[in-house]
């Protein structure tokens, strides 16, 4: 694919190709964000497979999502795993010798526990005969550790496995410069007092200076912030309308926090500190309020702001996956099926964020399902401008035939069906967790709003998606 969003920025929105393809049909979010007409209930078939298992979510819970550097911030990230972890134990009375396995997911990982899974699982109290390891995949680590433990349970290797995933931005690894590192590296090898000061001779004060992580691609050195204004800019995405859009976000988060639909949030005592019970980053504000912070990353033309999108966050979050037999041996009730899963990668350059746009149509291919049979949508919110860019991909014929092959567009998820409970824009966004969240509040939405399938998607670094479908479980 040619450096298309570079030429957009450098020629301003309204000159691409792409921008004047989708400036055409510009979403009406002012219309469509009002819209308030319910899911009605549809009787479908059921997407089990003949000869193949088929794999239950239990439960699933998450303790609460705090922005970082505030009640989380002097944990680590196992500290934080084995509280999703305790609250699940509790959530569902499963008992631990019960559980065959463990995987979580995690992306910033803590250099002492970098296989956290397992110093989690152990911190809880499992067994340590239970097995458990770490997966990651940026956004998507958490569906990553979901659908493992999915592949485990429909292969017949194991019949209970918890999966989850577990973030904590409050403290990255900052690391020593690479001189630094080799110096200490080689004085810790050197023998004699002469090596040592021969060593030390070479010691310049730029050595101290620290390598800082940033949330950019190692492929082409960009911060995402900066692709996703590239990409708003592309699909003629407006500033008013990433706004409005975050806006609902949050608006739809505190409608739900204030309802007490966010039921799969657990209370989490925070040693010497106070009992968190619920996130703190839902703040809705007002366009006004919005329309005055200046851009966070393309200064000054850019559209993305700190309004606008995601914020660092610390959380936690785990699911109890099962086979439906075991699960229904064990007298439980389980909160939907999980079906069809795909995931895909683009180019990391142009196309970092649009994982959504292709991941969708593969999974609803794999299903044998369309856009009109799902009844809920649960899309990973990184910025407001990467969501209605990605829904604006969705709806278009031109992008499917010149960019993903496909002879006509999958079509745009209507938005009274789209993230109804808020999304990571106000929920917050703990990279290695939001996986799990997703699953969750589809699953949760099903039952309430009496739908059968939903589908959870989301992008992730890399130029990498991940697509699922969720089945409610029959009442």
Excluded at 49 to 71: A, C, E, H, M, Y
Excluded at 100 to 121: C, H, L
Excluded at 130 to 147: E, G, L
């Amino acid at each position: 694919m040619t450096s298309l969003l570079t030429y957009t920025f450098k020629n301003l929105p309204s000159t691409s190709k792409w921008a004047l393809r989708f400036s055409l049909r510009p979403l009406s979010c002012s219309s469509q964000l009002r819209a308030a007409a319910a899911v009605q209930t549809k009787s479908k078939k059921t997407l089990a497979k003949p000869n193949i298992r088929n794999i239950v979510v239990v439960d699933g819970v998450r303790i609460p999502f705090l922005q970082s550097g505030t009640s989380y911030k002097d944990l680590m990230p196992h500290d934080l795993a084995r509280a999703a972890l305790l609250g699940l134990l509790r959530r569902t009375n499963v008992p631990k010798g019960a559980v065959d396995y463990i995987v979580f997911g995690t992306v910033m990982q803590e250099v002492k526990t970098s296989n956290v899974a397992r110093e989690a699982a152990l911190g809880a109290g499992f067994s340590d005969k239970t097995p458990a390891h770490t997966v990651t995949m940026a956004c998507i680590s958490s569906n990553q550790a979901m659908t493992t433990g999915v592949s485990l349970v429909a292969s017949g290797q194991f019949d209970v496995v918890v999966a989850g995933g577990t973030e904590l931005l409050s403290d990255i690894p900052i690391r020593h410069s690479r001189k630094m590192r080799k110096m200490m590296l080689d004085l810790n090898k050197a023998k004699t007092l002469g090596q040592r000061l021969s060593l030390l001779s070479k010691f310049r004060l730029n050595f101290l200076t620290p390598e800082l992580p940033a949330v950019a691609e190692f492929s082409t050195n960009e911060i995402m912030g900066h692709s996703a204004d590239r990409l708003a800019a592309a699909f003629a995405v407006s500033r008013l309308e990433q706004d409005e859009y975050a806006l609902r976000s949050h608006s739809l988060a505190k409608k739900a926090q204030d309802e007490g639909l966010l039921s799969d949030i657990v209370h989490f005592k925070v040693p010497g500190k106070d009992t968190v019970t619920q996130d703190n980053g839902i703040r809705p504000s007002s366009l006004e309020q919005m329309a005055k912070l200046k851009p966070a990353f393309i200064k000054p033309y850019g559209t993305v702001t700190a309004a606008n999108s995601s914020f660092l966050t610390d959380g936690a979050s785990a699911v109890l996956i099962m086979a439906e037999e075991k699960a229904l041996a064990m007298g439980y009730k389980p909160k939907a099926y999980l079906r069809d899963f795909t995931y895909v990668s683009q180019d990391p350059k142009d196309q970092l964020l649009l994982g959504p746009a292709y991941a969708t149509p593969k999974v609803l291919e794999k299903a044998g399902l369309t856009m009109n049979d799902i009844d809920a949508f649960e899309f990973h919110e990184a910025f407001s401008g990467q969501i209605l860019a990605n829904l604006k991909a969705m709806d278009s014929d031109w992008f499917a035939k010149n960019y993903m092959g496909r002879n006509v567009k999958v079509g745009s998820p209507p938005l009274e069906k789209f993230n109804n409970w808020g999304g990571s824009l106000s929920l917050g966004h703990p990279f290695g967790a939001t996986g799990c969240r997703l699953v969750m509040t589809a699953a949760n939405r099903l039952r309430k709003e009496g739908g059968q399938y939903a589908l959870v998607a989301a992008c992730a670094a890399g130029g990498q998606g991940h697509a699922m479908i969720v089945e409610a479980y029959p009442k």
